[in-house]
Nanobody
Framework: QVQLVESGGGLVQAGGSLRLSCAASGLTLSSHHMAWFRQAPGKEREFVAVNSRWSGGTTYYSDSVKGRFVISRDSAKNTVYLQMNVLKPEDTALYYC????????????????????WGQGTQVTVSS
């Protein structure tokens, strides 16, 4: 059974940093495209970042986090990370880890519906 478990969320001040972790079990992380999404109250779940298997590993970010967030993976630990820097109040959301088995067409990489597995989420709250 595949499980993705996020951790590392919390309350931080604007301008601060957090590192989220996603521990995977029941799947081989190195063979999956891994992504982070987030969802604020009353809003749709939105794409944040993906660490793909395209050409051995390619990362893409939403415009809102580009230059501030970094997605990475440690295959030996079967864990994906999201380093979040220069946090803003608008980053406040429940952050989800997601995994995709097999192909991930470029046109669908930012769609929540493209992914096969999801974690339970970890809350990030940024105060000003």
């Amino acid at each position: 059974q595949v499980q993705l478990v996020e951790s590392g969320g919390g309350l931080v001040q604007a301008g601060g940093s957090l590192r989220l972790s996603c521990a995977a079990s029941g799947l081989t992380l190195s063979s999956h495209h891994m992504a982070w999404f987030r969802q604020a109250p009353g809003k749709e779940r939105e794409f944040v970042a993906v660490n793909s298997r395209w050409s051995g590993g390619t990362t893409y970010y939403s415009d809102s986090v580009k230059g501030r967030f970094v997605i990475s993976r440690d295959s030996a630990k079967n864990t994906v990370y999201l380093q979040m820097n220069v946090l803003k109040p608008e980053d406040t959301a429940l952050y989800y880890c997601a995994a995709k088995t097999g192909a991930l067409p470029y046109a669908t990489h930012s769609s929540r519906y493209a992914y096969d597995y999801w974690g339970q989420g970890t809350q990030v709250t940024v105060s000003s």
